[in-house]
């Protein structure tokens, strides 16, 4: 009886154990697979050739917005003067039709030459 208890006991220890080792077989499934997508961007290899174009690319690009900006500047600074030249030529056609009236008050004949002309 006692043999029989002992096997008894050696054969449900044996199922137990099988059941514990099919149990986690299963539980850990089969092998998972994964797929990886990288994301690196590889900057493109550029020669010596290459990089000299960009360079004076990115120089001529330069010199175009300050030549934009000078000519801008520039043609502000001859509309004033403009402006100011036109004052002047208002003034001066004043002051001729001034002195003519003066002058024609006075009786005066008008000079040949320039005033401030003197050989």
Do not use: H
């Not at 199922?15 to 493109?44: D, H």
């Not at 056609?93 to 401030?116: D, Y």
Request: charged residues 25%; contains cysteine.
């Amino acid at each position: 009886m006692k043999a029989k208890q002992n096997l008894l006991a050696i054969t449900a220890a044996i199922v137990c154990c099988t059941a514990a080792v099919w149990f986690s077989a299963s539980i850990q499934g089969g092998q998972k697979t994964y797929e990886l997508e990288p994301r690196l961007a590889i900057p493109e290899y550029k020669t010596d050739v290459v990089r000299i174009m960009d360079a004076y690319e990115r120089l001529m690009e330069r010199y175009m917005a300050l030549t934009e900006s000078n000519s801008a500047m520039i043609g502000m600074d001859l509309k004033s003067v403009l402006a100011k030249l036109d004052s002047i030529d208002s003034r001066l056609t004043e002051l001729s039709a001034r002195m003519a009236r003066i002058e024609q008050a006075l009786g005066l004949e008008k000079p040949n030459e320039p005033v401030g002309r003197q050989p």
